[in-house]
């Protein structure tokens, strides 16, 4: 059988979508198929799975709404936030639930709707919560009355770590994975955590600190794992607090951006908000981010200093009284905690 032939059928094969026949036919060997075989890329031994199409997500998610809500907007504080969360991450992390791997919390209740899900339903699913907005809660402003925070306000606890860690205590600041205003950065599946419910991200922050699960094997987990390790309860308490009230200053301009690129995983954030060389770093790297470049390391309070400008900062929405930042007139934010 003459090489053009065998091309000849697997062209065929391919377009009558009999790829299984091609494959045999062709690459029988895949490790050691002869060079003129290899072009036949179609032929892919998996399906892989590609870009999510939010469309098909919107009408699986259908299945997802009684707990997550039907934008990912869940009302009831038990079931996390999707909206606004990456196509990777929440692909992932559907994977796992899966896999079994991510067993701890309420992953069982979670569990049989993953079952149900393809891994291009999974990324399809995980496109139409992408493409939502986050609503976001009301951080918690009272003041601590003991211990080595006594006299900040709680949330101010949780502030500071997110911008500018621990140096001391080789905490990191959670910004540099998770972006000023809590967007994350789909690129290398950091997960959006602004607005998230206070209770759900303690309990995600108790998990990669104590996580049993087989789960606590996975590289990303392990980042996690490090970085929750150091803290405490107290800062535990007050970083969830903090995030819960954490969402884009300039929301109209996040939500006008939110459509996903059908084949690039861009970063969801306004492009002018985080400096370009960065994005396509974290965008193609895996684990940690290469150097400090996003970090806050020397001025904490950069990203309100210039809160007119443009999407660049970020609000964590406290009870009125605070004049911080709070000026609360943005749409999204108005679910309570
Ligand atoms: C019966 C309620 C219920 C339904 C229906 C449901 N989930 Fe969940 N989901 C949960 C709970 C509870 C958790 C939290 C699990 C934990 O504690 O780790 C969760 C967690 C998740 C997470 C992890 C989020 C994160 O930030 O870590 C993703 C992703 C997710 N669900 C996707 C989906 C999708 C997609 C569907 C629909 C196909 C769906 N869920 C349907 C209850 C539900
Ligand atoms: C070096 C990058 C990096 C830093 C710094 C970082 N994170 Fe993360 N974070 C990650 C990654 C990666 C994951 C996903 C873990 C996984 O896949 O299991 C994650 C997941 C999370 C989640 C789970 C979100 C969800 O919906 O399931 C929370 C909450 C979180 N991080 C909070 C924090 C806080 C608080 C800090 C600062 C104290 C912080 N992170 C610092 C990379 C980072």
């Not at 969402?247 to 006008?256: E, N, R």
Request: glycine residues 10%; negative net charge; proline residues 9%.
């Amino acid at each position: 059988m003459s090489h053009a032939r065998v091309l000849g059928i697997g062209l065929a094969a391919l377009a009558a979508a009999a790829v299984a026949y091609a494959q045999t036919e062709v690459t029988p060997i895949p490790d050691t198929a002869p060079v003129e075989s290899a072009p036949l890329e179609p032929a892919a031994p998996e399906a892989p799975t590609t870009w999510g199409d939010p469309q098909n997500g919107q009408t699986l998610a259908g299945t997802c709404a009684a707990c997550h809500g039907l934008d990912g907007n869940s009302l009831d504080p038990m079931y996390p936030r999707l909206a606004g969360q990456s196509e990777h991450y929440i692909a992932e992390q559907i994977a796992r639930f899966k896999s079994g791997e991510r067993s701890d919390g309420m992953a069982l209740i979670m569990k049989p709707f993953a079952d149900m899900l393809s891994g291009q339903d999974a990324r399809d699913v995980g496109a139409w919560f992408a493409t939502q907005k986050s609503g976001a809660g009301v951080a918690d402003d009272s003041v601590v009355t003991s211990g080595p925070y006594e006299g900040m306000r709680f949330y101010e606890v949780g502030q500071q770590l997110y911008r500018s860690g621990a140096a001391d205590r080789g905490i990191p600041a959670c910004m540099a994975c998770h972006g000023p205003d809590g967007s994350g950065n789909p690129g290398p599946a950091y997960p959006h955590v602004g607005g998230q419910f206070a209770s759900y991200t303690q309990q995600r922050l108790e998990t990669f600190r104590n996580g049993t699960g087989a789960e606590t094997g996975e590289p990303l987990f392990r980042i996690m794992a490090h970085i929750a390790d150091r803290l405490t309860d107290e800062e535990v308490g007050a970083l969830a607090s903090y995030m819960e009230g954490l969402h884009p200053a300039a929301d109209d301009l996040v939500a006008s951006a939110a459509p996903v690129p059908a084949a690039a995983p861009a970063p969801a954030q306004a492009a002018d908000e985080v400096p370009t060389a960065q994005d396509t770093l974290q965008a193609d790297g895996e684990g940690l981010p290469a150097d400090g470049a996003q970090a806050p390391a020397a001025d904490p309070a950069a990203t309100d200093a210039a809160p007119v400008d443009d999407g660049a900062d970020a609000d964590t929405d406290v009870p009125a009284e605070d004049g911080d930042t709070a000026a609360d007139a943005d749409s999204g934010a108005a679910e309570l905690g």
